[in-house]
């Protein structure tokens, strides 16, 4: 099945600085990547996706990427805030049979920014 | 729209014990999820329905069960509590399947095992 490594487990930068969290995924087949922010005490929430077809995808101060001969994507977010401080999961979606597709997560990146 | 409401919040078990943690969504959604996050763990699927009528295993199905009986609601149940139950649940669902669909989470479940 698939495999998916995040990292950093954790990551502290300052506020205004770039924040980069990688993950690489098993299957070759997998073909869409979602990216989901966990504020404490709250469920996740889906914050960027990109599906294989596209090799990057950015939505104001947050983009991502996918490298798909490398098997590997990354969050990229740009002048961060306090209010990113949370923990942030990858994913990766693979063909689990029927019509069924199986999203499989990283372990999470607790993303602290300093002010 | 309310999304995807969990109950409840909170709950401590003692081992044997049983207990239905309910879960109802108002979105239409087909697809409909149960995780366990477990602390450096990420999340792991225990159990989906792609519909009303229809469950399927996921990755940690044992010590629990579920129903659909109708679109809104999937409950899961733990029959014979056990310490190894101890985590946080999270109920989800989406339109279609997780290929393309965006999974909506509810707030999340706390149950402590003792």
């Known amino acids: 099945g698939e495999n998916v490594e995040q990292h950093p487990s954790t990551l502290s930068v300052q506020e205004g600085d770039s924040a980069v969290i990688k993950c690489t995924y098993s299957d070759s087949a997998s073909n869409y990547f979602p990216w989901y922010k966990q504020e404490l005490g709250k469920g996740p929430q889906l914050i960027i996706d990109i599906r294989s077809n596209v090799g990057e995808k950015k939505d104001q101060r947050i983009a991502v990427t996918l490298n798909k001969t490398a098997k590997h994507f990354s969050l990229h977010i740009t002048e961060t805030q306090p209010e990113d401080s949370a923990v942030y999961f990858c994913a990766a979606s693979s063909y689990s049979g029927g019509s069924n597709y199986k999203l499989t997560f990283g372990k999470g990146t607790l993303l602290t920014v300093n002010p | 729209n309310a999304g995807v409401t969990q109950t409840p919040k909170f709950r401590i078990l003692k081992i044997g014990q049983s207990m239905t943690l309910q879960c109802a969504q108002d979105m239409n959604h087909n697809y409909m999820y149960w995780y366990r996050q477990d602390p450096g763990m990420g999340l792991k699927l225990i159990y989906y329905s792609v519909g009303a009528g229809i469950t399927d295993k996921g990755e940690v199905p044992n010590g629990y069960n579920v129903s659909r009986s109708t679109t809104e609601d999937f409950p899961l149940r733990l029959e014979l509590a056990a310490p190894s139950q101890t985590s946080v649940y999270f109920c989800?669902?989406?339109?279609?399947?997780?290929?393309?669909?965006?999974?909506?989470f509810g707030e999340g479940s706390w149950l402590t095992v003792v």
């Open positions: 989800a669902s989406s339109y279609l399947g997780s290929s393309g669909n965006t999974i909506y």
